[in-house]
């Protein structure tokens, strides 16, 4: 399968990479950012799941591969200078982030800059979850 034309008009950084926010299709809730390279796009728009690139493994990985929560493409949004990526997804099994929660953002800045946790109770996880992901680092 030849390369999706798109491909050459992204502008990756210097270390070949392009930030993406991936949102919920249904709600718009930004369930995570994250980084993809060359190939990581090519294979999210090519399989319909989303693929990171993990700059801490230095590893390319599917979202959910090890977990089971996936991530099913819904839409691939390209920004005006084509610098950054929007990937509209259903996200399968419910968490979006490693520590269990449905979003990465489930933390607050207060007036005082302290981190609170969000009173949200859509944010909050499951017993079972947490010990899912307790000390794993897997997508």
Known sequence: ????????ELKFDAN????????????GEVLTVAYMNRDAVRLTFE?????FWRRRHQKLM??????GRVQVVKEILVDCDADALVVKVEQVGGAACHEGYPSCFFRKVTRTANWRFSSNESLTRTRSTAKKVAGDERL
């Open 1 to 8: 399968m030849s390369e999706p034309k798109f491909l050459d």
């Open 47 to 51: 399989t319909g799941k989303t693929w």
């Open 16 to 27: 070949g990479l392009i930030p993406v926010v991936i949102q919920d299709a249904n709600t």
């Open 62 to 67: 599917m979202k959910g591969e090890h977990s």
